[in-house]
T-cell receptor
Framework: GQSLEQPSEVTAVEGAIVQINCTYQ??????LSWYQQHDGGAPTFLSY????GLEETGRFSSFLSRSDSYGYLLLQELQMKDSASYFC????????????FGKGTRLSVIA | NAGVMQNPRHLVRRRGQEARLRCSPM?????VYWYRQLPEEGLKFMVY????????ESGMPKERFSAEFPKEGPSILRIQQVVRGDSAAYFC??????????FGPGTRLTVL
């Protein structure tokens, strides 16, 4: 099976940079994904890493180290609208296995 | 291109009643996933379906819960004889077989 660990809460100041870490255990690995969910909303896809290294998409970047079973989501130039929950997720052996989510990190951006 | 649609958005049931949750995937998507989310918690996988087939139901409770994705029409998650512990947000997601999931707005089920 799969399990993921991420901090439950993070608070950061508007304009700053924040890093949300995720460690995982899985019997097979088919990539690490990140999703964002605002209160009362649906999860939306942010990024996906299949290989080691950094993927950048605008203000958001995601990093993966397969040897360490570790990844992180980096949010730069934080805005108030970034206040949300962020979930890391992994698949097992193949793309046909379901996505398993961590419990989420609640990010609060303060002025 | 319409996104994933779920209805109803809110559903109230009394204990012992049945709840039917519907999900229409994005156009062109034949893979449907159901997840349950309790307040302040993550998304827990329930079932993965492709057209007319259940691929993985390892997250489904053994009793009272069932899911289908018929050849025509939406995917249905059915909960029989609901109990208060079934109160949660139920999200449906679809994909084309690629790795990204697209989530619907969810159905908030409240059991009185």
């Amino acid at each position: 099976g799969q399990s993921l660990e991420q901090p439950s809460e993070v608070t950061a100041v508007e304009g700053a940079i924040v890093q949300i870490n995720c460690t995982y255990q899985t019997s097979g690995f088919y990539g690490l994904s990140w999703y964002q969910q605002h209160d009362g909303g649906a999860p939306t896809f942010l990024s996906y890493n299949a290989l080691d290294g950094l993927e950048e998409t605008g203000r958001f970047s995601s990093f993966l180290s397969r040897s360490d079973s570790y990844g992180y989501l980096l949010l730069q130039e934080l805005q108030m609208k970034d206040s949300a929950s962020y979930f890391c997720a992994v698949r097992g052996f193949s793309g046909n296995t379901p996505l398993v989510f961590g419990k989420g990190t609640r990010l609060s951006v303060i002025a | 291109n319409a996104g994933v649609m779920q209805n109803p958005r809110h559903l109230v049931r009394r204990r012992g009643q049945e709840a039917r949750l519907r999900c229409s995937p994005m156009k062109g998507h034949s893979h449907v996933y159901w997840y349950r989310q309790l307040p302040e918690e993550g998304l827990k996988f329930m079932v993965y379906l492709q057209k007319e087939n259940i691929i993985d139901e390892s997250g489904m409770p053994k009793e009272r819960f069932s899911a289908e994705f018929p050849k025509e029409g939406p995917s249905i998650l059915r909960i029989q004889q609901v109990v208060r512990g079934d109160s949660a947000a139920y999200f449906c997601a679809s994909s084309s077989g690629q790795l990204t999931l697209y989530f619907g707005p969810g159905t908030r089920l409240t059991v009185l």
